[in-house]
């Protein structure tokens, strides 16, 4: 199998399959594997191209067989589809990537490390906690307002409603009720005893992480969005600008345009959700609380002639394209006027 030189690997949990060609695009092997035998597999194999779809467990894969010495390129799923030819199944999904691998025009995903997909995976898990302790939270609240208890919105005033529960002597809630309310509570606060260990974790990386820490001299930008963007952007040169990042993050208008007409709508809304949502929400912070906000000639024209939303979108476009430019510069932040 000297003569292979290109192969598109489909990924699974147990069954994979592979397609692999020869210099003239002929097909040399077609067969499935199990997982014991992908590392056989490629050791066998002469150095060449692999591509494989950037979903679960591609980097993992990526990562061992650039071990073995071939050449590993992750392309986003959605790209390869193009390629696959009539009904989807294994055999059509691995010729699609090898075919999709070769393409002059094709964009990778760079591999990450997996000290980048531990940080992410702590991002996750805080992610998984936040939403159980809101959903918690929000049972918590719809219970009590049965007895007429209502409290103001905010996860800082829910500790009036605890209190309430907790106090044995407040007759207002019946002792069943008060029962079941506790289950919920103790749920409560081990989840938030839990994403404050999350939180310090982050911390920690982002102290020993020198882009992360570049990325947090950006206004708006702290250590959780610093070791985000720092974990989820294995190579910032990838992008060849920062409009082509925040592109990337769906922070751009989507274009519906056609016969020479330009027609923009809403931003696009692909890529990273999470660092999107990230970004939006810590511009809406930076607009009602800083200073420097407040004082900014651009921010102020923007609000003045746009939604505080729009302006929000804005700024955290313009926080991206920032990021980008500190990342490929190895720099940290400076203001326009210390610059000029």
């Not at 499935?32 to 993992?60: D, I, M, N, W």
């Not at 650039?66 to 986003?76: D, F, I, K, Q, W």
């Not at 999709?100 to 000290?115: D, G, I, L, Y």
């Not at 103001?152 to 809630?173: F, N, S």
């Amino acid at each position: 199998m000297g003569h292979v030189t290109t192969i598109g690997l489909d990924l699974a949990k147990n069954v994979f399959q592979v397609h692999a060609v020869d210099q003239a695009g002929d097909v040399v092997v077609r067969k499935q594997l199990r997982r014991r035998q992908v590392h056989a597999f490629f050791a066998g194999v002469s150095p060449c191209l692999v591509g494989l779809e950037a979903c679960a467990t591609a980097h993992h894969w990526a990562r061992e067989l650039t071990a073995l010495g071939h050449e590993v390129r992750l392309m986003p799923p959605n790209y390869v589809k193009a390629y696959v030819k009539r009904n989807k199944h294994d055999m059509a999904d691995a010729e699609a990537i090898c075919e999709a691998v070769r393409r002059p025009s094709m964009r990778f995903v760079p591999v990450k490390t997996a000290e980048q997909q531990s940080a992410l995976m702590i991002h996750r898990a805080r992610e998984l906690l936040v939403r159980q302790r809101t959903m918690l939270v929000n049972a918590l609240r719809g219970h009590l307002a049965e007895f007429g208890l209502i409290e103001a919105q905010g996860l800082h005033k829910v500790a009036r409603l605890i209190a309430i529960i907790t106090d044995e002597t407040d007759e207002r809630i019946p002792g069943l009720a008060r029962q079941v309310l506790k289950v919920i509570v103790n749920k409560i606060e081990n989840i938030q005893t839990a994403i404050a260990g999350l939180e310090m974790q982050l911390v920690a990386w982002h102290k020993n992480n020198p882009v992360s820490q570049r990325l947090a001299t950006i206004p708006g930008i702290g250590p959780v969005i610093a070791t985000a963007i720092a974990a989820t952007v294995a190579d910032p040169n990838t992008f060849r600008s920062g409009r082509e990042f925040a592109a990337w993050l769906g922070l751009v208008p989507r274009q519906n345009s056609t016969g020479g007409k330009a027609r923009l709508g809403g931003i696009s809304k692909r890529g990273d959700s999470y660092l999107r949502r990230l970004l939006v929400n810590s511009s809406h912070t930076v607009l009602l609380c800083s200073k420097a906000a407040k004082t900014d000639p651009w921010l102020t024209s923007l609000l003045k002639r746009k939604p505080r939303l729009v302006a929000a979108v804005a700024l955290a476009n313009k926080t991206a394209r920032v990021a980008w430019a500190i990342m490929t510069r190895h720099d940290t932040y400076r203001r326009a006027a210390a610059a000029a």
